[in-house]
């Protein structure tokens, strides 16, 4: 017999239905980290004018995340942040697994000198907290049985976005953009889309019951989270190949403005 899932959803929980109904799978609501945005590491920090770096991330041309030198001059850092995927789901609809939602990310150079960029993509999935349970922790929550390549977010081909394959798992995926980004400049779109692969809805667990009773069936992700966290990092273009090396530990080559990724 199909084991019933619990009538009382945790906050912010999505009921998905499917088969006429005759089955409801659980899923935690959408989430995702606040996108972090890195620039520098602590060696690389006497060679790089960090007053100059700046990064914004565009969501669907939203800004969802930034980091600017206050031009002001006060020393301070300008930085905004607001979860990604927020918007995905029109308002009024519930996710459909299967379906593929608009989902364009795209760089832009906000600092005051051109420079080189590298993301870092998350994907991951996490029990859903319990009724009353703060969403927070979900480093304590993640669930490395369950595969992440089941959240689909598709990269975009031939848009001058490398995959680093050496450092990229199923879990992560890390993207160099290919040529210096110029004061003002938008990349490319690294990402155009995400869905959930509808695979997940025929992954089944099965059980004996108590005492040797009917099987029990249980949906693997039934109630689960899935996340996607986005980070953003920038060197400036002034000795490119030293500073990646440096803030990165990459090797790589940079000819004529354009970055390559060294074996």
Excluded: C
């Excluded at 859903?128 to 969403?135: D, Q, S, T, V």
């Excluded at 992440?148 to 975009?156: A, D, F, G, P, V």
């Amino acid at each position: 017999m199909m084991k019933s899932p619990k009538k009382i959803l945790p906050h912010g929980t999505i009921l998905l239905l499917f088969a006429a109904a005759v089955i409801m799978l659980l899923f935690g609501s959408i989430g995702s980290a606040r996108a972090a945005l890195t620039y520098y590491s602590e060696d690389y920090t006497s060679r790089l004018q960090m007053y100059n770096i700046g990064v914004t991330l565009l969501e669907n041309d939203a800004e969802v995340a930034k980091r600017n030198y206050d031009s002001s001059g006060s020393g301070a850092w300008e930085e905004t942040s607001v979860p990604l995927l927020e918007h995905m789901i029109p308002e009024g609809e519930i996710l459909q697994i299967g379906r593929s939602y608009p989902e364009e990310l795209k760089v832009v150079n906000t600092g005051t000198v051109d420079q080189y960029v590298r993301v870092t993509i998350y994907k991951y999935w996490t029990e859903a907290p319990a009724e009353g349970e703060e969403a927070d922790g979900r480093e304590q929550r993640k669930l490395q049985d369950l595969d992440s390549e089941m959240i689909m977010l598709n990269l975009t081909e031939g848009s001058g976005w490398l995959v680093d394959e050496s450092s990229s798992t199923k879990e992560r995926m890390v993207l160099y953009y290919s040529r210096a980004l110029a004061v003002g400049e938008t990349t490319e779109p690294f990402a155009d889309e995400l869905r959930i692969n509808n695979s997940i809805l025929t992954k089944v667990e099965e059980k004996p019951g108590a005492a040797g009773g009917n099987i029990m069936s249980t949906y693997i992700y039934d109630n689960k989270q899935f996340w996607v966290d986005v980070k953003v990092d920038v060197v400036q273009e002034h000795n490119a190949a030293d500073a990646v090396w440096s803030a990165w530990g990459r090797r790589v080559q940079v000819s004529d403005g354009v970055l390559s990724l060294s074996d």
